[in-house]
């Protein structure tokens, strides 16, 4: 399986901005998916991740309220929904599935990193 992460771009403070992550293939499409990101010179964090039916969301502290995460499962397909989006929200933005259980913030037990797409806040 192979995700990719896409949607990303220039906004400025305080725009919105909606990624998706996009699954080749149905394997592990009943595993949870999760958002990280990593910003340059920082090592990558956790933002959220969604259950596999959709209802069960878990977010970082630094993006609940602003960001939301959903699944379109007839598309195979996560999204990340970005509003009042800050300078200090600017990095890469990747996609996995959660394969081990655990902590949804430990970036160990997710695979299938896709490739991850640019989000750059200008203040």
């Known amino acids: 399986v192979q995700l990719q992460a896409s949607g990303g771009g220039l906004v400025q403070a305080g725009d919105s901005l909606r990624l998706s992550c996009g699954a080749s293939?149905?394997?592990?499409?009943?595993?949870?998916k999760g958002w990280f990101r990593q910003a340059p010179g920082k090592e990558r964090e956790f933002v959220g991740n969604i259950n596999w039916r959709g209802d069960n969301t878990v977010y970082a502290d630094s993006v609940k309220g602003r960001f939301t995460i959903s699944k379109d499962n007839a598309k195979n397909t996560v999204y990340l929904q970005m509003n009042s989006l800050k300078p200090e929200d600017t990095a890469v933005y990747y996609c996995a599935i959660k394969i081990g259980s655990g902590s949804s913030s430990d970036d160990s037990l997710y695979r299938y990193w896709g490739k991850g797409t640019l989000v750059t806040v200008s203040s």
């Open positions: 293939g149905r394997a592990y499409s009943s595993f949870p």
